[in-house]
């Protein structure tokens, strides 16, 4: 995930809550402190992956872009992916990744989440019932 003031960062977390309460282990990489390099050999071991993103005018974060533009030289596949993020107005970074990974092939059993602004208590609740339903797809 990346994020501008936390909100996608919070989304994440919740997520992982929600997949670590069904047993998922999961990994949570923030591309501000990791480098794509250090990011894919996580990716390319997993079978579910989970991309979050904010909106910066009207599109996805460029270092998220960078970042899907590597793993798409890659083509991984097999995989079941997730898109999610928060936004100010606009709202097409995280829809722009859910592109991006349907475009590769990958399953998206979820609907992409887009929350405006700060997510609040329900949001997350809502998150993290999204990632046990997602653990249930590895099954």
Not at 13 to 25: N, S
Not at 64 to 74: D, P, Q, R, S, W
């Amino acid at each position: 995930y990346d994020t501008m003031w936390g909100s996608t960062r919070e989304m994440a977390l919740a997520l992982q809550d929600g997949l670590e309460a069904c047993g998922v282990p999961v990994t949570v990489k923030s591309l501000q402190t990791n480098h794509i390099s250090q990011i894919v050999p996580y990716l390319l071991t997993a079978k579910l992956v989970l991309v979050g993103c904010p909106t910066i005018n009207n599109g996805m974060l460029p270092t998220m872009a960078a970042f899907l533009t590597y793993i798409k030289g890659l083509r991984p596949k097999k995989r079941v992916g997730f898109a999610f993020g928060s936004y100010g107005w606009g709202g097409q970074g995280a829809r722009e990744v859910a592109s991006v990974l349907k475009d590769m092939g990958w399953d998206m059993p979820e609907e992409t989440v887009n929350l405006q602004y700060v997510p609040g208590d329900e949001d997350l609740a809502n998150l993290k019932e999204i990632g046990s339903r997602l653990a249930k797809v590895l099954e």
